[in-house]
Nanobody, 115 residues
Framework: QVQAVESGGGLVQTGGSLRLSCTAS????????VSWHRQAPGKQRDFVAR???????NYADSVKGRFTISRDNAKNTAYLQMNSLKPEDTAVYYC?????????WGEGTLVTVSS
């Protein structure tokens, strides 16, 4: 069983930055891809970013140019660097680790952006 544990959420002002971390319970060399998703209050869960094994990331249009997804296999950790945050970025952010055909979701970390 793979566990994904997010951290790094918190309260930040508009225009600020946060870096979310997702630590895997296994070596990330065994993880094919990593993605981040978010769910704002009262809304559906949406895709944010994905980093496949070939290393070419893709992003939702709403975060392109502001967010950066990365991974550090030596630390078994993936990251989501979030810059120029906006109030509409307020949500619970979830990390997903893909090992083979299985997706493992974390429990989420709350990001609140104040106006």
């Amino acid at each position: 069983q793979v566990q994904a544990v997010e951290s790094g959420g918190g309260l930040v002002q508009t225009g600020g930055s946060l870096r979310l971390s997702c630590t895997a319970s296994i070596s990330t060399f065994r993880i094919n891809a990593v993605s981040w998703h978010r769910q704002a209050p009262g809304k559906q869960r949406d895709f944010v970013a994905r980093l496949p094994s070939d290393g070419v990331p893709n992003y939702a249009d709403s975060v392109k140019g502001r967010f950066t997804i990365s991974r550090d296999n030596a630390k078994n950790t993936a990251y989501l660097q979030m810059n120029s945050l906006k109030p509409e970025d307020t949500a619970v952010y979830y990390c997903v680790l893909y090992s083979g055909a299985i997706a493992y979701w974390g429990e989420g970390t709350l990001v609140t952006v104040s106006s």
